[in-house]
């Protein structure tokens, strides 16, 4: 992108569409001062064609790159396998690179910006476009599969944001396509505000004057060949100021509209609950229509973790013991095994196991030390320690 805007910018004339920037140009710094003023036919043969072979280069390159992962990696294994002396080391061999994909939308995005720039006075620039997303697909798709480690978490921040970039690169085309179009011979088309912009700059005007850059501009907008752009940028500008506007508005009357239906259904079940003689608690209603206000205010996502612990709202088991799940209650039915299991906090199992830890620390060789830890654990059924204390043993 770089690169498609520097030759464009450095052959341009740009102080004779903007004479305040003359102090860069041949008085100053001899900056922004080029020898081409238009997109004539001498554009294309310098610029045009040299922005050809760089967006070529720039739409093979990159996915030639990633594709030579592979047998770099291929090699670098065969090689380095029996010079490895770590188990860490060799994981790290064999498991790969890590998939960056802010790399990949990077190079995606320039070459999107680049042929989006220039398709309309260059058309070829659509094929290299072809070219580049064909083997972006299949060279992403080896590397990911073959080559890459498994890569984390993604979440859609990052599609997001390409996204949202792809409406600018829109927005670059239309007016390239304007400035392009407008400089074609063809019938000049009255538009009322235009044209009523353009005759203001043109009285303006005395003779030897240099053409204003907003002069050019209106002129070229009021070409027939320019007009469908011109129609299709106020159609885009139109809806995104709609969207913008009138977008928040539309989420809130539909969020409204959904409660309401909801309410209007809640209601119609508690009446068919009541004329088939259920009982119904007259208090649910309006718990639910609070509940419905709260998540309006949560902007129809989960409640914080706070608010959901205050409205009782987090449900699940109580304890991550497997004795307390009722899926495995029949798994333990016997007391005495239940009270046994590790991370029991109950007073007995500490009584059963502080019993068992004083007899058997009596004397290995003492024989009432033995009988009191057998007694204890023989016990240990009503108190829950026995097998916990022999485990300490």
């Known amino acids: 992108m770089n690169t498609a805007l520097i030759g464009l910018i450095i052959k341009a ?15 100053g710094a001899n900056l922004l001062s080029g020898t081409l003023r238009d997109l004539t036919s001498d554009w294309y043969m310098l610029v045009g064609s040299q922005m050809i072979l760089t967006i070529l ?7 030639v790159a990633e ?16 010079r490895v002396l770590t188990q860490e080391q060799m994981n790290r061999l064999y498991e790969g690179p890590a998939v960056v ?8 995005l320039s070459v999107l910006f680049v042929v989006m720039l220039y398709s309309s006075g260059m058309p070829l620039v659509y094929f290299f476009g072809v070219i580049y997303f ?3 697909y299949w060279c992403d798709k080896s590397t990911l599969l073959m ?51 353009y005759e203001k700059e043109a009285a303006k005007m005395k003779p030897g004057d240099r053409p204003s850059f907003t002069y050019m501009v209106t002129g070229r907008l009021q070409k027939l060949p320019a007009l469908p752009p011109f129609v299709a940028l106020i159609a885009l500008v139109g ?35 009541r004329q088939a003689g259920y009982e119904t608690d007259a208090g649910a209603e309006d718990e639910e229509e609070e509940e419905d206000l709260r998540r309006s205010e949560w902007g129809g996502t989960n409640p914080p973790y706070s608010e959901a612990v205050e409205y009782e709202e987090i449900t699940g088991l109580s304890s991550y013991k497997i004795s307390k799940n009722p899926k495995y209650k029949e798994a333990f039915d016997d007391s005495e095994y239940v009270s046994t299991m590790p991370g029991d906090d109950s007073d007995s199992d500490d009584d059963a196991q502080s019993e068992w830890g004083a007899g058997a620390g009596a004397g290995d060789n003492d024989s009432d030390a033995a009988s009191s830890a057998a007694s204890s654990f023989r016990g240990g059924g009503s108190g829950g320690g026995g097998v916990a204390g ?3 043993r």
């Open 239 to 273: 809806r995104d100021v709609l969207v913008a506007i009138l977008g928040p508005a539309y989420r809130l009357i539909s969020e409204a509209y959904e409660r309401r239906q909801r309410r209007l259904e809640r209601k119609r079940m508690l009446a068919l609950r």
């Open 147 to 197: 080559i890459c480690k498994k890569p984390g978490s993604i979440d859609s921040t990052l599609v997001r944001l390409a996204t949202q970039r792809l409406r600018l690169a829109l927005y670059l085309h239309i007016c390239f396509s304007i400035w392009v179009f407008g400089a074609l011979d063809g019938a000049q088309v009255y538009i009322p505000l235009v044209s009523g912009w």
């Open 67 to 82: 594709l030579a992962r592979w047998p770099t990696k291929i090699i670098m294994q065969r090689l380095m396998t029996n």
């Open 390 to 392: 022999l485990g300490t």
């Open 134 to 136: 064909g083997m972006a």
């Open 57 to 63: 280069t720039a739409s093979i390159s990159p996915n």
């Open 13 to 27: 004339d740009l102080i004779y569409y903007f004479p305040w920037l003359a102090p860069l140009g041949t008085d």
């Open 101 to 108: 994909l802010s790399e990949r939308y990077g190079a995606l």
